[in-house]
C-alpha cells in the first residue's frame, strides 16, 4: 500500500487570483477544511486552510508568537461586530495571501509507503493533510489526511465493525 | 597574578599582543551581529586559552559565576512564573483604572513596565506587556507607536534602578561587592525622576494629540482582567517566591550570603512548589522546560567576554589603558566620574553594553591606587551603571529589550524605522544621561 491507495484525489483546488471569499464558497459547497492553490498547470503553489482562516479572525496582537510563547487572550471580551468587521477585510484578499506557513506543509508522492506517510502525518503540528504531489513540477495529485487513514484502512480492519459504516467524508 | 600566563612568545609575538589583538578581534565581530555572539565570544575565549595567554584554570578563574547564577536563577523564577498570566493581568488592570485613555494607558504602561523590569529581567518584562499594548491599542484605533516607544525607555529605567534590573548592574554589584540595598540606597532615587521628565516630553510630543472615541474605550473598559489569570496556583506560588527573593536580596549583605545563592535558592524552591504533586515523567518535563527557556546564548556570552576580559587584565592592558584614562583627566576623580558616564552613555546605545561593561570594570578597579583606595571608587561604579543601563536607550540596538520590541512592532504591521526612533531616542537618552551627571555630582562627588 502507498499514498496513491488512499488519498483523495477528486481535489477541489483553486487558482492563486480568486478572492478568499470564492475560496471559501467553494470550500463550504464541497464541505473540505483545505483547499490546495494551483496554478494553471495544477502545480502546488500552497495550501488554503480553515486553520488559517481561524487564526486571521484574531487581533492583530494576538496572532504574535514569541519564543514559543503565546498570549493568552481570555480577558478579551465578546467582540462580534469587529469579527464581522475583519471576516469581510480577509474575504477580499487573493487568497495567495492567506497561505498556509511552507514549515507546516509535509509532503510526500504518490510512491511514498504508509508508515511514512503515517510519520509525516502524526509530525505535522496542525493536523493539515499531506500533500501528495508528483514530478519536478510538483503537479497535485491529491491529499491525504487522518480521515483518509481511518475511512480507508482502519475501518475494515476494527474487529466487528463492517466497513460500510463509512460515513460522508470529509477532509 | 604571573604565573597564569604563559611568558614565552606566541607566533614571534608577546602575549600583550595576542591578547590584545584577539580582544579587539573578537569585539569587532561581535558589533557587526553576523554571527551569534555567543558563539564569537567562546571561539575568542578558546583561542585566548589555546594560544597560550591563559591556561584553562586562570580562565575558569575569570568567570564570575555570581553573574551567571544570578542571571540564570532570575531566568528560571521567570520562565515559570511567566505562565501565571500576571503580566497580563496588571497591564490590563492598569489599563482599565485610567479609564482607557490613550495617554493614561501609556504612563500606566510605562510605570508597570519600570517595576517589572526593576525586580525581573527587561526582556521579559517587555516581551509579555508589549504583545497587550499592541492589543490595546488595536481596539482604540490608535498608534502603538508612543506607548512602544514609552515602554522602551521605561524598561530601561527601571532597569537601572536596581541590582537585578539590568545585566551590568548585575556584573557591577557582583564585581565590586555592591549590595542590592547599595543600588537600591544610591540608584533607585533618581530613577522615577529620569522616568517622570521623559514622559514629560514624550507627553509634548505625543500626549496632547492621542485620541480614541469613546466606543473603542468601551471596547477596552469590557475586558476582563481576571480571565487573564491562567494558573492561580502558580500565580501564588510565583508572587510568593519572588517576594521571599526580594527580601533575600535585601538581608543578603547582613547575612553574607551572595546574591546568586538567593537567586538560585529562590529558582529552585519554585521548581520545587510547582513540581510537588506531579509524577516523576511530569515532573521532568517541567523542569526540563524551565530549564530550556533560560536564555542561555546570554550565559554562555558571558563566559565567554569574561575569559577574554580575564586574558587582556592579565597581560595588564587593562592596566595601561586605565593609566591613560587617568592621565588624560589628570587623576581627577570628578572629571573621571564624567568621563565614565559620558562614554559609557554614547557606547550603549551603539554597542551591546554587556561587553563594554565587562571591559570597564577590570579597568576601573585597576584606578583604585590613583584615587586612594578601592573604596574611593563608588562615584566611578554609580556613574558606570547609569551610563550603561540609560544608555541602552539611544538607538534600538542599545538593549535586547528594545529589539524585542521593535519585533514585535513590525510583526503586527507597525515598524519602527531605526533612524525614526533615533532622532527622539538619542536627545532624550542624553538628558536623562545629563539628570544622571546632575545626580551622580551633587551626591557622590
Redesign the interface.
Known sequence: MTAKTIMSSDLVTVTSDVTVAEALLKMSKYQVHNIPVVDETDSFVGLFSLRRLAHELL????R?E??S?Q???????D?SDEFLQRLQEIGRKPVSELLEKKKKLRFCGPDTPIPRLLQLLSENPTSLPVVVVQGKRQKVVGMVSTWDVLTKIAVNLLPGVSGDEQGARED | MAAEHAQHVIFGLSPIWVASILFVATYAVIVTEKINRAIVALIGAGLMVTLGVLNQEAAIRGIDFNTLGLLTGMMVIVAVSRRSGVFQYVAVWSAKRVQARPWGILVMLSLVTAVFSALLDNVTTVLLIAPVTLLITEELKISPYPLLFAEIFASNIGGTATLIGDPPNIMIGSAVGLSFNDFLLNLAPITPFILAATLGVIYLVWGRDMHATDEARERVMSFNEREAITDAPLLKQSLFVISLVVIGFVLAHPLHLEPATIAMAGAALLLLLTSLGSDAEEQSEKVHKSFGEVEWVTIFFFVGLFILVHGIENVGLLEILANRVVGLTGGDLTLTAMAVIWVSAVSSAIVDNIPFVATMIPMIKSMAPTFGGAENLTPLWWSLALGACLGGNGSLVGASANLIVAGFAERAGHRIDFLKFMALAFPLMLMSIVIASVYVYFRFL
Open positions: 487581533p492583530t496582537a494576538a504574535l514569541a519564543e510563547f498570549m493568552d487572550i481570555a480577558f478579551l471580551s467582540q
